[in-house]
């Protein structure tokens, strides 16, 4: 009797893994050297059952290893032995009575089962007169041999191995023969090893698969292999070529030893074309799926039954490769319950809907490859290596940017250029810049082929005019052109024809797709441009167009010359003859005359620079969509009635006068005058185009006649800044919950309506420079208003309703006459940035304080402004803070009630009076309060407090006040010593320009980065830089700028003393520079005298220094510079920003050293600039010093090479040494 025996869930066979996704194996022959070993007990079956199915095998042609050695062959297997069994394909145990009893089976056993779990390898137990039972439980003669074994080895484990091992071969699924026939049972083991070695052939996948291994990790992911209690099918789309096939065959050899059977449908499409063609895709699914070639005529009716019924009990792997159809998925893989439970289903179309309509698990989109991936595939075709030729490199670029990731295209056009010269590949070049390649047109073609008429009308419109269009656009076109256009780019995206851009919902094809789409609108007519339905090729359409070789084919002009404003002498009856012509869009060409007639089917008209004043008088437009003619020399639009148009676009027509009544076009969503500046009168009816969503009409400077009345409910922007002539704003007669800003900026408008409450969605108010002295009340209704601009404005006071506008942001004031805020201000939570500079505002609300998410408040210029209200100090999101008095100073400290002010103290607690107009009284106030209390300044990053009285303020005496500023300018303030302090403890920026009574800058904070002290004539003394340096080592600090420009009585003061008094020999004044670079300009005429190397430089802006090579040394590491810096006689220079830098010459080239932008103020002293850096370049002799202006100029220049040892007792003294200081000459001016 023979049965099949079950002993675990189903019967699985481990199958060998895929060759890697780089093996391009057409066979599993390439990976096995055997397909079958037997391993067998020889005193039990080897003249008998194993020599007949030895016989079996090998009359069928199955290459089947034996062992000839008779009996007992040792201890251990031989290592030949053992190589053979792991590069065998399969493994037959015929599992006889007595096979226990040898320990040489035994081990072959083990190593066969290792050969399982590592290699993949096929197991088929045959259990031969012996019940699977007694294997599993080492019962009978196998559990007396174990004992046997046991007695014998003392070393249990390989004993305890052998038990686990049986158990195991035990527990798979094998054949079981007890008293049947021998020759059936041999019969049915050749036809399921036949049908393995058939079936395991692994797929020929491609010659260079280059980027597969992601694709494949990414879709074995989305297969869940493992997961055998779901079935799941899977879809794999994109355009032609892309490599889907090769994709789902590099899946397929990597799991389908999975798997009980497995089939891979390939050409589906294709084959399902033929006559019967569905029948045949059946039989062969059947046939592989179960190893049987005979016809079961599935395709007649119940024929889908019989494959449900088939495979609904097996796990299997089904791939169907090129589906274009719904029907090929219903009588292929109708469904999940079709196949058993951890069954895989893997579907390939150029269709997304496909697999959207059946209901897939899971889609994959295959993208194109990489430019880097691209190159190797391509050059691996072209080159049959990896990498092009060097001297085909710029070739290879260009074939990279055309292909773009296309697989196809790099294929066949690397397999096309290989072995060919430069210049073929030129020639080719050229070729296939006009013609797409054929191979690749028909691959790509099949797509198109699949579309019907509507599709294929969008997507050639697409290809030749509307790629890189916004798909609203293109999709209003295509309506209003007759075509079903949402459905057909639907469609044309679920057959990955097009893309719409995530980013800017544009239209996006592939560059191959647009040629193949261009291809086929040449093929209409190959030699007669003029009978094709769509011209876009620059010089088609200038013969066309000047030859008048138009015709009644032609249905769309695009015109765009690559080198820009190319003139056509444009035939007089050009377009007589194209009556069907629905889009002329002409982006850069120029035309001597304008045309005598145009086709009323036209739907776009774009015609920049349109060169008549008057259109054609047949025409009337009545079918246009788009109408533009911005920078033409039209006058007026005389007929032009177009009843659906949606965009006009008149912008920079300097002889437009009037724009008529529009009242005939509803749908207008877009008009654009701007810069029209002849233009006098926009009609009234403009003001009730109910659909009309942007009105630009900006920079029509004589525009006087304007719509009195809107009401426009879709209107969502509208600009008419610059319309100077225009003084009245149109009543709003509806709500406009759609306009979101309105900028009237430098309009002559005097008054806003109080119907400007209709705006209730309003965001954005711009009102600078306008004729406007009072705002309505109403406008506090503007409750979703975050951005109000009134700056340079006439009005004298805001309304109090202002405070009810709760989501405003930002308000700016710069420029007006307000002088108070309402106590409403307060009311304003979300208000983020306030600009009050140069207005003439007096002082601030107490309800100030309440402006909690204020951050940035400017207030430079406020020459009136004397009152900080004490509730300021509540502002503790305060980031940045400028104020200055203007042109005289602000005095900050507390006034008495008698009006006589005490010592200067920024903090206060008393009560004040405001003395003059001079003085700002923080009083009441801890905006500069000590931070012990609170963290009142944390959020401060930047104070600006110029020409603000703080010489007796106790503005520096407490600590921790600004524990976050970065920016410090107190410009102009009349501070005499910038004292040691740790208030500013991450300081980078201090400014302390025209401090006229500055005299000394004790320390600085260790975080600083920049300091200005311009024009600090009375600056004696400078602060210490060593301690900076030091302790700034290790820090996110490389550069350290100083200007101290005309500061005249600066002496020698800036030191790096007292650490090198500590360590006279062991380090160097220069040590602190060490991995920074510091840039300094202060006054001076000489370079010092411990420079090694100077030179005159004769008053130029460049000049060039040597040094002597030899001097360089390992123990050399830094650099100085130093130029003196002067002006070219008779020139008075106001102002000069210009940069000086150093190059270095490596003995090839220049290379920038180091750069500094440098503000120059006309001064009759010199000033040395002097700059220390890293040492770069340790071989090169030769310094050039640069200046781009020619207004400054050198008169010397030095180079000085630091040691990390100097001896010189001079250069540990300091930075600059008093008894130079003559080279300085200061002057008390």
């Not at 009375?1018 to 500061?1047: H, M, P, T, V």
């Not at 000489?1086 to 040597?1106: G, M």
């Not at 050039?1184 to 180079?1199: A, I, K, P, T, Y």
């Amino acid at each position: 009797m023979i049965r099949i025996v079950y002993t675990c869930s189903s019967m699985v066979f481990s199958l060998p893994s895929s060759a890697s996704s780089s093996s391009s194996s057409s066979s599993s022959t390439s990976r096995w050297s055997h397909h079958v070993f037997l391993s067998f007990r020889g005193i039990d079956t080897r003249n008998t059952f194993t020599a007949h199915l030895y016989d079996a095998l090998c009359r069928r042609g199955i290459n089947t290893y034996i062992d000839e050695k008779d009996l007992e062959r040792g201890e251990s297997i031989s290592p030949k032995l053992l190589k053979v069994i792991e590069e065998s394909m399969i493994s037959i145990i015929v599992l006889s009575p007595n096979y226990a009893s040898s320990t040489w089976c035994l081990e072959e056993l083990t190593k066969i089962l290792e050969c399982k779990e590592t290699k993949k390898q096929i197991v088929l137990p045959v259990f031969y007169h012996v019940d699977p039972s007694e294997i599993r439980n080492q019962k009978g003669r196998f559990g007396e041999a174990l004992t046997r074994h046991q007695e014998r080895f003392k070393e249990n484990t390989k004993v305890q191995r052998w038990k686990t091992t049986l158990q195991e071969v035990a527990n798979l699924a094998g054949e079981h023969l007890e008293n049947g026939n021998e020759s059936e049972f041999i019969h049915k083991i050749i036809q399921w090893v036949d049908s393995k070695i058939v079936t395991f052939t692994f797929l020929n996948i491609a010659e260079y698969p280059v980027g597969l291994e992601s694709s494949v990790k990414e879709l074995k992911t989305l297969l869940g292999i493992g997961r055998n209690d779901i079935t799941l099918m899977i879809g794999i789309y994109g355009i032609g070529g892309i490599g889907k096939t090769t994709i789902a065959k590099a899946v397929y050899n990597s799991i389908a030893y999975q798997f009980e059977a497995r089939c891979f449908l390939e050409n589906v499409r294709e084959i399902s074309s033929r006559e019967d063609g569905l029948v045949k895709l059946q039989d062969k699914l059947h046939s592989e799926l179960f190893g049987d070639s005979r016809s079961f005529n599935v395709g007649s009716v119940g024929g889908i039954n019989v494959i449900k019924h088939s495979l609904c009990s097996k796990r299997i792997l089904l791939i169907l490769d090129d589906v274009n159809e719904l029907l090929h998925l219903k009588e292929l893989a109708g469904d999940h319950n079709w196949f058993g439970p951890g069954s895989r289903i893997i579907i390939t179309t150029r269709d997304q809907h496909l697999l959207t309509y059946h209901k897939v698990d899971s889609m994959y989109e295959v993208s194109g490859l990489d430019d880097n991936q691209a190159i190797q595939l391509f050059s691996w075709h072209a080159f049959k290596r990896d990498n092009p030729l060097e001297s085909y490199v710029e070739l290879t670029k260009c074939i990279i940017g055309y292909a773009k990731g296309l697989p196809l295209a790099l294929i066949v056009l690397g397999s096309y250029l290989h072995d060919r010269s430069i210049q073929e590949w030129k020639s080719a070049l050229e070729k296939y810049e006009r013609n797409i390649n054929k191979q690749i047109y028909e691959i790509l073609k099949i797509s198109y082929d699949g579309l019907d008429d509507n599709e294929k009308d969008i997507f050639l419109d697409i290809a030749c005019f509307f790629k890189g269009k916004h798909v609203k656009y293109v999709l209003e076109i295509l309506d209003h052109c007759g075509f079903s256009s949402t459905i057909g780019i639907t469609r044309l995206k679920e057959k990955c024809l097009i893309n719409i851009g995530r980013s800017y919902q544009n239209v996006e094809m592939h560059d191959l797709l647009q040629e193949m789409g261009k291809e086929i609108v040449r093929q209409e007519s190959p030699k007669k441009v003029g009978k094709r339905s769509r011209l876009w090729f620059h010089e088609d359409v200038r013969y066309v167009l000047e030859e008048n070789m138009g015709t009644n084919k032609i249905e769309g002009i695009l015109l765009d010359f690559p080198g820009g404003h190319d003139m056509i002498c444009l035939h007089s009856e050009a377009f007589m003859k194209m009556k069907k012509l629905r889009l002329f869009i002409n982006h850069n060409a120029q035309f001597f005359a304008g045309p005598t007639h145009l086709s009323n089917e036209l739907r776009v008209l774009d015609w920049s620079k349109y060169p008549s004043s008057f259109l054609p008088s047949n025409f009337h437009g009545n079918k246009l969509t788009i109408f533009g003619m911005p920078y033409s020399l039209i006058k007026e639009l005389g007929d032009l009635k177009p009843k659906n148009l949606t965009d006009m676009d008149l912008s920079h027509c300097k002889f437009l006068t009037k724009i008529p009544d529009l009242s005939s076009s509803p749908n207008l969503k877009q008009l654009n005058l701007q810069c029209c500046e002849n233009l006098v009168e926009v009609h009234h009816s403009i003001g009730f185009l109910d659909k009309l969503s942007v009105l630009l009409v900006n920079g029509c400077c004589k525009l006087r006649i304007f719509p009195k009345r809107f009401k426009l409910r879709s209107l969502y922007l509208l600009e008419v800044y610059d319309c100077s002539s225009l003084e009245d704003f149109p009543e709003i007669e509806c709500e406009m919950e759609f306009l979101y800003g309105i900028c009237l900026e430098g309009t002559g408008i005097k008054e806003l309506p109080v119907s400007i409450e209709n705006l209730t969605e309003l965001k954005q108010l711009d009102l600078d420079d306008t004729g406007i002295k009072e705002l309505p009340s109403s406008i506090g209704n503007l409750t979703k208003l975050e951005v109000l601009s009134l700056n340079d404005t006439c009005i004298k006071e805001l309304p109090s309703s202002i405070g009810n506008l709760s989501e405003l942001e930002k308000l700016y004031l710069n420029g007006t006459v307000i002088k108070e805020l309402p106590s409403s201000f307060g009311n304003l939570a979300k208000l983020e940035a306030l600009y009050l500079n140069g207005s003439s505002i007096e002082e601030l609300p107490s309800s100030f304080g309440n402006l909690t998410q204020l951050r940035y408040l400017y207030a430079r210029g406020c020459k009136n402004l004397v009152h900080l209200p004490s509730t300021i100090d509540r502002l503790q999101n305060l980031r940045f803070f400028q104020l200055d008095g203007g042109s005289q100073p602000i005095n900050i400290g507390k006034i008495e009630e008698d009006g006589k002010q005490s010592p200067p103290s920024v903090v206060s607690t008393g009560e004040y009076e405001i003395a003059s107009s001079a003085e700002l009284t923080p009083t009441n106030s801890s905006l500069f309060n000590d931070g012990s209390s609170s963290s009142t300044n944390g959020a401060l990053l930047v104070l600006s407090l110029q020409f603000c009285c703080l010489s007796e303020s106790n503005f520096f005496t407490d600590a921790n006040y600004f524990p976050n500023l970065v920016e410090l300018d107190l410009t102009g303030s009349d501070i005499v010593i910038f004292p040691q302090s740790d208030r500013f403890a991450v300081l980078r920026h201090l400014c302390l320009n025209n401090c006229k009574q500055l005299e000394k800058i004790l320390q600085l904070p260790l975080s600083i980065e920049k300091v200005e002290a311009r024009g600090c004539t009375s600056l004696e003394s400078f602060a210490q830089l060593s301690e900076i340096l030091f302790k700034n080592n290790g820090r996110d600090f490389n550069f350290l700028k100083i200007d101290l420009y005309g500061c005249h009585k600066l002496l020698v003061n800036m030191r790096i003393t007292s650490w090198e008094e500590r360590h006279p020999k062991e380090q160097n004044w220069a040590y602190p520079f060490k991995a920074r670079s510091m840039g300094i300009i202060f006054p001076g005429k000489r370079i010092p005298s411990w420079f090694r190397y100077s030179k005159e430089a004769h008053d130029s802006n460049s000049c060039e220094i040597d040094i002597n090579r030899t001097h360089y040394s390992d123990d050399i590491d830094e650099i100085v510079f130093c130029v003196v810096i002067g002006f070219r006689f008779g020139i008075n220079l106001e102002m000069e920003k210009t940069a000086v830098c150093v190059r270095i010459h490596d003995g090839w080239h220049w290379n920038m050293l180091f750069i500094q932008y440098i503000i120059f103020d006309w001064t009759d002293s010199d000033h040395l600039w002097m700059a220390f850096c890293p040492l770069t370049y340790r071989k090169a002799s030769r310094f050039r010093f640069e200046c781009d202006s020619e207004l400054v100029v050198f008169r010397s220049v030095g180079v000085h090479l630091v040691k990390k040892h100097e001896e010189n007792a001079r250069d540990h003294a300091g930075l600059l040494h008093e008894d130079d200081g003559a080279h300085f000459e200061a002057s008390n001016e």
